[in-house]
């Protein structure tokens, strides 16, 4: 017998995408997975090497902070409303966590996505 699917709402889709964090100033804040835009946004400044530890993370958030924030962690706050000027760095981060994990992108994502491309490129696929 087939299953017969029935389309997801809109309401039901921003369920689904959605999550709200407690983040460290004491705010509640809802936030959405990376969208297309935010997820190239993102894409285009992390390192092809990923980044492995603290020194990395520091040089990297660094360099690219003014960018995530504009283009990655606030668009992504549904919320309340929150300026790049208004939320403090921890709170940032503790977004951007939330946003990544929501979106997939943990490192267990990762090492999923990873076994899945190694199989679809064996010859016997």
């Known amino acids: 017998m087939t299953e017969t699917l029935i ?11 959605t999550t709200t964090i407690g983040v460290p100033s004491g705010a509640n804040i809802k936030v959405k997975a990376l969208g297309v835009h ?14 492995s ?13 003014n960018e995530l924030l504009e283009k990655v962690i ?4 549904i919320e309340p409303k929150l300026s790049v000027h208004a939320i403090t760095f921890t ?6 966590s939330a946003q990544m994990e929501i979106s997939g992108m ?9 076994g899945f491309l190694d199989q679809s ?5």
Not at 38 to 51: A, D, Q, R
Not at 106 to 114: K, M
Not at 121 to 125: A, F, K, L, Q, V
Request: with cysteine; hydrophobic share 35%; glycine share 2%.
């Open 106 to 114: 943990t490192p267990e994502d990762e090492e999923e996505l990873e």
């Open 38 to 51: 935010s997820m190239v946004s993102l894409m285009e400044i992390l390192p092809e090497s990923g980044i």
């Open 74 to 77: 606030v668009p992504n706050i």
């Open 53 to 65: 530890d603290r020194s990395e993370l520091s040089r990297f958030l660094a360099s690219n902070l």
């Open 7 to 17: 389309p997801t709402s809109v309401e039901e889709y921003a369920e689904l995408t």
């Open 91 to 96: 709170d940032a981060m503790e977004c951007l």
């Open 121 to 125: 490129d064996s010859p016997n696929t």
